[in-house]
């Protein structure tokens, strides 16, 4: 069995829950799209990567899922608990479960006390990934342009250090789906701004990424 039962404490109502991991050793990476989708040989972690309370409705990515502040705790006792109706969420997961868990945890990061728009951005992101993965191109649109427009709010307004955030990252982002979205002209400048960035400096992979992306354009023209 690829995927093994973990059991946690939701950090909001105190239950217990039997989340599904994907073992490391069944993640075999076979390919990449240009905004860093990953596509697996197997089961893929991207549908398991949403811990939900099935008691109180607290959903939030793994790496996110104890990040509370007694302040968070009580903005979602309120507009998320209350709200809420118990039921069972699923172990094994289809791409239409993932995509309604996906967007309990969008529910969550927005209902915060302090909202963090970098974490809002990766969920909308995920989400536009799991839409190509059932092949609405409409709904895949939609969230990349939710996406874009996040991503940028917080580069522009968001406070982070450079250890939690990868500037070069989100720039990179910002510019691909630019791209995907049609905005070419915006996605030339996000490009050309992480390339004579700092940031750029300490991630050549992305540097790679987005002189290639530009080269891609060149040859369109």
């Not at 697996?40 to 991207?46: A, M, T």
């Not at 839409?131 to 307004?157: G, I, M, P, V």
């Not at 490009?191 to 891609?216: G, Y």
């Amino acid at each position: 069995m690829d995927i093994y039962e973990k059991t946690l404490e939701c950090p909001v109502c105190g239950s217990t829950i039997k989340a599904p991991f994907v073992k490391s050793s069944a993640i075999y990476v076979e390919s990449r799209d240009t905004d860093l989708c990953v596509y697996y040989k197997g089961v893929n972690p991207l549908l398991y990567d949403v811990i939900v309370c099935g008691e109180c409705g607290y959903a939030a990515l793994s790496k996110n899922f104890g990040k509370l502040t007694k302040w968070d705790v009580e903005s979602l006792k309120e507009k998320v608990a209350s709200k809420w109706v118990k039921r069972e969420i699923p172990f094994e997961r289809t791409v239409d479960d993932a995509i309604t868990l996906y967007k309990l945890a969008l529910i969550t990061a927005t209902s915060k006390k302090k909202v963090n728009k970098y974490e809002v951005a990766g969920i909308l992101l995920r989400i536009s990934w799991l839409y190509r993965l059932s092949q609405d191109k409409e709904k895949e649109l939609e969230f990349q342009k939710l996406a874009l427009q996040t991503y940028k709010d917080a580069f522009e307004h968001e406070e982070g250090s450079a250890d939690e955030i990868d500037l070069a990252t989100v720039m990179y982002l910002i510019g691909e789906l630019s791209r995907r979205v049609g905005d070419l002209d915006e996605a030339r400048k996000w490009f050309s701004r992480l390339i004579s960035s700092k940031e750029a400096r300490n991630n050549p992979h992305i540097l790679e990424l987005a002189r290639d992306q530009i080269q891609v354009m060149r040859d369109m023209e």
